[in-house]
């Protein structure tokens, strides 16, 4: 095994890379478990692209926008919606099966925040799957090493040179590359409600950060409105698309929860839903989408038709209970139009990486798109770039001695206190008082630590303590509302932070204005 490019991670941008770059390139996939595990997998909702005659990129990249409460990067936004037909069109070429009406056209269906048809989906509810299916038959010829969970970078003179991983026994190798790519998505598991796969724990984020790299927008948290409530708990994703297709949130005596909230009501963005689920919770009362005027909902639905049967849940009753988790991360690891993170050597793509795409709420069924367009840049650049042929064979390290290192806090603790402080509704104090319950694990440590000794579960538990720590900070610094980020103590937008970047360094924070020229 050796490596030109290593991709870590195995959802939809990591496997667009994979498949554009060129094929005399030595490329590996790490992927912490196999390769089907992964936020894009398990994405019900489609792929927002203009394809109709009603239509047009211009419009596609105003809802961006709007969503995106204008702190998007609109250059960015600009090129994405307008190469979003041409993205599709290839993927058609080369025969991805996405849903057809009975004329056999590409079916559009609606979801949140959307002045027009333009999703497209696979499978129905099974967009994800049916994408990474597809994607992955296509990069056959490329290595894809699973079960190894990569808990380091290798930096010398300030460029990444490679990964330190571990394999599913905790035996230890090391891989030298000319480009290391994160596409580890985002940090949905430090939030006892999520709608993320399990292996979601920020590693990514938390590997560039202490590699030194510049993180952004780590305060913008989107959190997913219905996630389906059975035994207490969020046990799924059910898809914007059901609402899409007219379902409504009301409460047990039928009150329809969003009626006078926003013009699109139950479509209305994102957070706006969810932070209106949220206060309809906290007064103590139950919310259900009612399905009941959607015909055929199994056919239309069948992932959510099974999470439902599987949970007890009778869909023939026509209601589902539900209730908001956190879903994606709008920051992450700073990046260029090419994916080039500030390390020399780093890139990120996906949800790991912070593009500006999303500004601070992410459109619906904009991230698979966000995917297959930045992992496509990506591939371009890496394969017009220097090849150094700085390979090496993958060494088993000796077992190293074992060294003592601070006590961590348990999982559970973590995502609880998360979701309770750093949640859908935040405020100073208990913000502050997280900041210090996170710092009591001795965060400084961590960032520099050796983690070469420390099991599969610690190296867990010490990503998703750093992310936990970067959104807390972040959260804090942000003394206003805006998308993704409530603040109870702050509820409305401050012009004086429209266009203010939270940029977090390991050797200091710092906020940048945002520069956006369009050039498109
Ligand atoms: C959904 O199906 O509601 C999720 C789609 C998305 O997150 O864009």
């Given at each position: 095994?050796?490596?030109?490019?290593?991709?870590?991670?195995?959802?939809?941008?990591?496997?667009?890379?994979?498949?554009?770059?060129?094929?005399?390139?030595?490329?590996?996939?790490?992927?912490?478990?196999?390769?089907?595990?992964?936020?894009?997998?398990?994405?019900?909702?489609?792929?927002?692209?203009?394809l109709s005659?009603?239509?047009?990129?211009?419009?596609?990249?105003?809802?961006?926008?709007?969503?995106?409460?204008?702190?998007?990067?609109?250059?960015?936004?600009?090129?994405?919606?307008?190469?979003?037909?041409?993205?599709?069109?290839?993927?058609?070429?080369?025969?991805?099966?996405?849903d057809r009406d009975s004329s056999g056209n590409i079916k559009l269906?609606?979801?949140?925040?959307?002045?027009?048809?333009?999703?497209?989906?696979?499978?129905?509810?099974?967009?994800?799957?049916?994408?990474?299916?597809?994607?992955?038959?296509?990069?056959?010829?490329?290595?894809?090493?699973?079960?190894?969970?990569?808990?380091?970078?290798?930096?010398?003179?300030?460029?990444?040179?490679?990964?330190?991983?571990?394999?599913?026994?905790?035996?230890?190798?090391?891989?030298?590359?000319?480009?290391?790519?994160?596409?580890?998505?985002?940090?949905?598991?430090?939030?006892?409600?999520?709608?993320?796969?399990?292996?979601?724990?920020?590693?990514?984020?938390?590997?560039?950060?202490?590699?030194?790299?510049?993180?952004?927008?780590?305060?913008?948290?989107?959190?997913?409105?219905?996630?389906?409530?059975?035994?207490?708990?969020?046990?799924?994703?059910?898809?914007?698309?059901?609402?899409?297709?007219?379902?409504?949130?009301?409460?047990?005596?039928?009150?329809?929860?969003?009626?006078?909230?926003?013009?699109?009501?139950?479509?209305?963005?994102?957070?706006?839903?969810?932070?209106?689920?949220?206060?309809?919770?906290?007064?103590?009362?139950?919310?259900?989408?009612?399905?009941?005027?959607?015909?055929?909902?199994?056919?239309?639905?069948?992932?959510?038709?099974?999470?439902?049967?599987?949970?007890?849940?009778?869909?023939?009753?026509?209601?589902?209970?539900?209730?908001?988790?956190?879903?994606?991360?709008?920051?992450?690891?700073?990046?260029?139009?090419?994916?080039?993170?500030?390390?020399?050597?780093?890139?990120?793509?996906?949800?790991?990486?912070?593009?500006?795409?999303?500004?601070?709420?992410?459109?619906?069924?904009?991230?698979?798109?966000?995917?297959?367009?930045?992992?496509?840049?990506?591939?371009?650049?890496?394969?017009?770039?220097?090849?150094?042929?700085?390979?090496?064979?993958?060494?088993?390290?000796?077992?190293?001695?074992?060294?003592?290192?601070?006590?961590?806090?348990?999982?559970?603790?973590?995502?609880?206190?998360?979701?309770?402080?750093?949640?859908?509704?935040?405020?100073?104090?208990?913000?502050?008082?997280?900041?210090?319950?996170?710092?009591?694990?001795?965060?400084?440590?961590?960032?520099?630590?050796?983690?070469?000794?420390?099991?599969?579960?610690?190296?867990?538990?010490?990503?998703?303590?750093?992310?936990?720590?970067?959104?807390?900070?972040?959260?804090?610094?942000?003394?206003?509302?805006?998308?993704?980020?409530?603040?109870?103590?702050?509820?409305?937008?401050?012009?004086?932070?429209?266009?203010?970047?939270?940029?977090?360094?390991?050797?200091?924070?710092?906020?940048?204005?945002?520069?956006?020229?369009?050039?498109?």
């Open positions: 095994m050796k490596a030109n490019v290593i991709i870590i991670g195995s959802g939809i941008a990591a496997l667009k890379l994979a498949k554009m770059l060129r094929r005399d390139l030595n490329v590996i996939i790490f992927t912490k478990s196999n390769k089907t595990t992964s936020n894009s997998y398990l994405a019900q909702g489609g792929i927002a692209v203009a005659d009603n239509d047009d990129p211009y419009k596609h990249y105003q809802d961006t926008l709007e969503a995106g409460r204008y702190y998007n990067n609109e250059e960015i936004v600009a090129k994405m919606t307008k190469e979003a037909p041409g993205l599709i069109k290839e993927l058609l070429s080369e025969g991805a099966p996405f269906g609606l979801e949140g925040a959307h002045g027009e048809k333009r999703i497209i989906h696979g499978g129905g509810d099974a967009t994800g799957k049916t994408i990474v299916d597809f994607l992955l038959t296509q990069t056959q010829h490329i290595q894809i090493a699973e079960n190894m969970t990569v808990y380091d970078l290798m930096i010398e003179n300030e460029r990444c040179i490679g990964v330190k991983a571990k394999d599913s026994n905790e035996r230890t190798y090391t891989v030298h590359a000319d480009h290391v790519v994160i596409a580890t998505g985002g940090i949905g598991q430090v939030y006892s409600f999520t709608s993320n796969a399990d292996t979601v724990t920020g590693d990514g984020i938390a590997l560039a950060y202490r590699a030194g790299a510049d993180l952004a927008d780590m305060e913008f948290v989107q959190f997913h409105p219905t996630l389906l409530y059975a035994g207490g708990k969020g046990v799924g994703l059910v898809s914007e698309a059901v609402r899409g297709e007219g379902a409504r949130l009301v409460t047990e005596d039928g009150t329809h929860i969003m009626e006078g909230v926003h013009p699109y009501k139950d479509l209305a963005p994102r957070h706006v839903v969810s932070q209106t689920i949220y206060q309809t919770m906290s007064k103590g009362k139950s919310v259900y989408l009612d399905i009941s005027s959607i015909k055929n909902f199994q056919s239309y639905f069948p992932t959510v038709a099974s999470l439902c049967r599987d949970h007890g849940i009778d869909i023939n009753k026509g209601k589902i209970p539900v209730v908001p988790g956190s879903h994606f991360l709008m920051g992450g690891i700073l990046t260029n139009l090419h994916g080039q993170t500030s390390v020399p050597g780093l890139y990120a793509i996906g949800e790991a990486a912070c593009t500006g795409a999303h500004g601070a709420n992410r459109l619906a069924s904009n991230s698979l798109l966000e995917g297959l367009y930045f992992g496509k840049r990506l591939a371009q650049w890496i394969n017009e770039a220097p090849v150094t042929n700085q390979i090496e064979t993958i060494a088993r390290k000796p077992k190293k001695q074992i060294f003592a290192h601070f006590e961590l806090p348990d999982i559970a603790t973590i995502k609880k206190t998360m979701m309770d402080s750093t949640g859908i509704s935040r405020n100073g104090e208990t913000l502050e008082t997280q900041l210090k319950y996170l710092e009591s694990y001795h965060i400084d440590y961590w960032l520099h630590a050796d983690l070469d000794d420390l099991s599969l579960e610690d190296l867990n538990k010490v990503f998703m303590l750093i992310c936990s720590w970067l959104v807390t900070k972040a959260a804090l610094k942000r003394t206003e509302s805006r998308g993704g980020h409530l603040r109870a103590d702050f509820p409305v937008e401050d012009e004086g932070w429209a266009k203010r970047k939270i940029i977090l360094q390991k050797k200091g924070d710092r906020v940048e204005q945002i520069k956006v020229k369009i050039t498109t």
